[in-house]
């Protein structure tokens, strides 16, 4: 897989190439009006465009842009809506006035992070891809474009690089540990989801879910929590403690002895 940093041949700077630095990547200088169908180099594009750092797929417009918005309005209509009878809510085991330190040690694009730190918990963010953690790191960034009430929850959000089964060595213990492992489709025909698409490219195939599972339960005090599509397996051989299910997801709850 091949990415590469825009830099405009009208208005390039600094940070496009402190980008590229970072992430060793290499740049590609591109007109301002370029269309990422014309590339053909490369499978991927990061830009800068409107403050935002987007990732565009070259060569198949209908793959569109992937970026990190928290102001994004689905998002925050379900943070706002009776967020605390939700199933995130009860899997997190979130009573009274409390509030868990949760690791979300896959956190992806950032979404479920988000909720659990609308619901009051401090949040780690951990993501093991380079290209991802860029993308996460720009949108917890853009404090002040969102306003005060979701940059109040992004306060709760601190972002981390790496993987768990490094991470888990010298960190110190959270009291849930939040797992949404990214694996490949199983059935050909199963529809993904344009965002989840690019995330199953960047993100390749994760390591084996019991290793991943026996990971997280080193590091939580209390539990961890897995999300899972309704219908999919456990991720390890041992079934959960507890489950919530969805209408298209599901919860799995395992509890540490304490």
Known sequence: MKVA?????SDSTEREINLSTDLD??????????????????????????????????????????YVDFSDAKLNYRANSSIRSQNIAKALGIK???????????AGLGKDAFLMASLGCEVSLLERSAVVHALLADGLARTGYYGEEIDTILRRMKLHFGDLLVFADDSKQFDVVYLDPMFPQRRKSAKVKKDMAALQQLLGHQTDGAELLDCAKLLAKKRVVVKRAKLSPYLGPDKPDIEFKGSSSRYDVYLIAS
């Open 25 to 66: 990547l290499p740049t590609i200088e591109l007109p301002s009006s370029y269309s990422p169908r014309e590339v053909t180099s490369f499978d991927y594009l990061l830009a800068y465009r409107d403050s935002k750092l987007i990732l565009q797929t070259t060569g198949d417009a209908k793959t569109g842009e992937l």
């Open 96 to 106: 009274g006035s409390q509030r868990p330190a949760v690791l979300d040690a896959t």
């Open 5 to 9: 940093v825009v830099r405009s041949a």
